[in-house]
């Protein structure tokens, strides 16, 4: 397990250190992008302290190099509009300040599991494709343009096609665990990949239980 950890905290680094056996650490983002264009690594762990720009912009470069690697992001900021922004800049997860060491590491591996899930042959559910290999997905053959997030999101709905999902259940598979007190999120991004896979087709695949959750089918809940 090869991790890049880019953050100026000490304290973080010894975090890291102590639970994952390789750690390459720098400090801003330019040590950062010459890393991943030399090193491959299993994951990247990105403290927005070093610079929450800088940070963000490094995420969509690190996203045109390998779209699959898991990134994890440390943020002061908990608010949801920060959320969504770090998640929709490539983030796979994020922990916000002040957190307890054992529930990072355990978040880290919990995404760090759900990569590493064998991908085998493409995906398919009425007129949706998935190739969980590259990350893509189409409808009608037509390719849908999505974030990670949404990726993920639509991964899930695909695996659960016909089974009505809670919006507790969508947060601890495509987050890794519950939202606690910002599950409108949940609500934001299946508004998001609904606007891209249902928005003028005649059969709307993302219904709403009101109440309950969410249901992936090619019929209307009854």
């Given amino acids: ?62 996203r ?68 969980p290999v590259k990350h893509k997905a189409w409808r009608d053959n037509k390719k849908i343009d999505l974030t990670q997030i949404e990726y993920k999101l639509l991964l899930f709905f695909v695996e659960n096609a016909e089974n009505i999902v809670s919006r507790a259940h969508i947060s601890s598979s495509v987050w890794e665990h519950e939202l606690d007190s910002f599950t409108n999120i949940i609500d934001v991004y299946v508004n998001y990949l609904r606007k891209k896979i249902d928005k003028g087709a005649d059969k709307k695949l993302i219904h709403t239980l009101r109440g309950v959750g969410y249901i992936f089918s090619l019929s209307e809940p009854q």
């Fill in 1 to 62: 397990m090869k991790t890049l950890l880019i953050s100026g905290d000490t304290k973080l680094q010894k975090i890291v250190e102590n639970h994952f056996a390789e750690v390459h650490h720098v400090k801003d983002k330019e040590a950062g992008i010459r890393a991943i264009e030399k090193c491959k690594f299993d994951m990247v762990l990105l403290d927005l302290a070093v610079s929450r720009q800088s940070c963000l912009d490094l995420m969509n470069i690190i």
């Fill in 64 to 131: 045109g190099h390998d779209q699959s690697l898991p990134i994890m992001a440390l943020t002061e900021d908990d608010s949801v509009q920060e959320i969504i922004n770090i998640l929709n800049s490539g983030a796979d997860n994020c922990v916000s300040r002040p957190f307890e060491p054992k529930v990072l590491v355990a978040k880290i591996k919990a995404m760090l599991r759900r990569a590493q899930t064998v991908r085998g042959a493409d995906l398919m559910y009425g007129p949706i494709r998935i190739d």
